[in-house]
Every structure is written in C-alpha cells, then in structure tokens.
C-alpha cells in the first residue's frame, strides 16, 4: 500500500485510540444509537486503486471510480462498556454499491453489500466508527485481468459521524474495497482500491 495511505490509516487509528481521553465522559451523544435505533444515510466518493503485492497486481492496480452508497442501518446491540473509551454498540448496514469507473476504461458496477459496524459513542456530536462486511454485484470494466460478470465486495474501513443537528449528521470514511470473483471466472486478479466516502446520515427517532 502506498507510503500516504499508511499515514493515514495510522492517524485514524491513534485519533480512536486516544478519544476516550480527551472527550468529557459526561457528553455522551443523544440517544440515536443503541437495539432497534434505525438511520438512512447517502455517501459518495472516489475510489483509487492499489496491489497488495501478492494480488492485484494487473490493471486492476490503475482503475479509479466514482461511488454512490445509499444504505440504512439498524441498531442489533444496546450500548457496551459504559465506562470505558470504547463505549459503544454494533450496527447492522444494508448499503447499495453503484460504481462508476473513468480509468483506464469507462465501466461500471452495481450491487449490494451488509457491513457490521461498531460506533464509538463517547462524544456528544463526534460519533467515529470501524465496519467491514461482504456483497455481491455485477461488473462491467473492460479489464485484461478481471473477468466482468459476477462479483465480490469484501470490504474495511473507519469513518465518523459529526452531529449538526439532533436527527442529521455528516459522514465521512475510508475503506479498502475489494472486488474479484473468488475464481467462478478468469481472468481473475481483483480490483483493490483506497475508497474515500463522505455523505450526510439521518437518525430516525
């Protein structure tokens, strides 16, 4: 992975690490987070491609695209840990995947995919988070070594929310987003990419 993602990934990392010092225990977040809580959220964003060294290391390496994510999530925990820094709870997000790519050809994917994401709750309005998850969808790249046809969606990443009113927060996030066919056709040597999202959520009462 290139020298600038790292950095990136390790500032987001020590930022978590260090939250639970820095922010008054007492200004926990509104009650928008938690079993049953419920949130319809729309991210864009732009997609980068990379070679982990050992795979994709073909043109899927070049492609750069344009995503849309619409999704909902859905409380499945209620709030853990109450008194530590990674106080929280575990979502579920049911998320649609619309890729648009630009290089080194036109081309496109469309699909859906379920992440499980666990939220830092110990600020009032800055709400960080780590998720990861899978899907399936169909693809149209026009690529040497990535067969189109069928495809997997296996995904990491870190975000946050930040309040700015009691229902709607921005978003922002940072994934590595896979795409490949685990073997069903070939050319098969994936598409890995550094996928940067931001959108704005809304938090049903």
């Known amino acids: 992975m290139d020298r600038k993602y790292k950095m990136v990934v390790s500032v987001v990392m020590v930022a978590i690490g260090f939250y639970g010092t820095v922010v008054d225990a007492e200004q926990y977040p509104r009650d928008a987070f938690g079993e049953g ?91 960080p988070y780590i998720e990861g998850g899978a899907g399936i969808g169909y693809l149209e790249f026009d690529l040497f070594d990535q067969a189109d046809g069928l495809i997997f969606y296996p995904q990491i990443g870190v975000g946050a929310h930040y309040f700015v009113t009691d229902n709607v927060a921005v978003n922002g996030a940072w994934r590595i987003h896979h795409m490949s066919n685990a073997g069903y056709e070939r050319p098969n040597n994936s598409i890995n990419a550094n996928l940067f999202l931001i959108g704005l959520s809304y938090f049903f009462d």
């Open 37 to 127: 809580k419920k949130y319809a959220a729309f991210q864009v964003g732009y997609g980068e491609g990379f070679s982990f060294g050992f795979m994709g290391q073909g043109d899927g390496r070049t492609v750069e695209y344009l995503a849309t994510f619409p999704s909902f999530g859905f409380g499945i925990s209620d709030i853990v840990a109450d008194d530590s820094w990674y106080r929280g709870n575990v979502d579920v997000v049911l998320e649609g995947e619309f890729v648009t790519g630009f290089k080194p050809v036109s081309g496109y994917s469309a699909g859906a995919a379920l992440l499980f994401r666990y939220n830092f709750l110990r600020g009032k309005k800055f709400v």
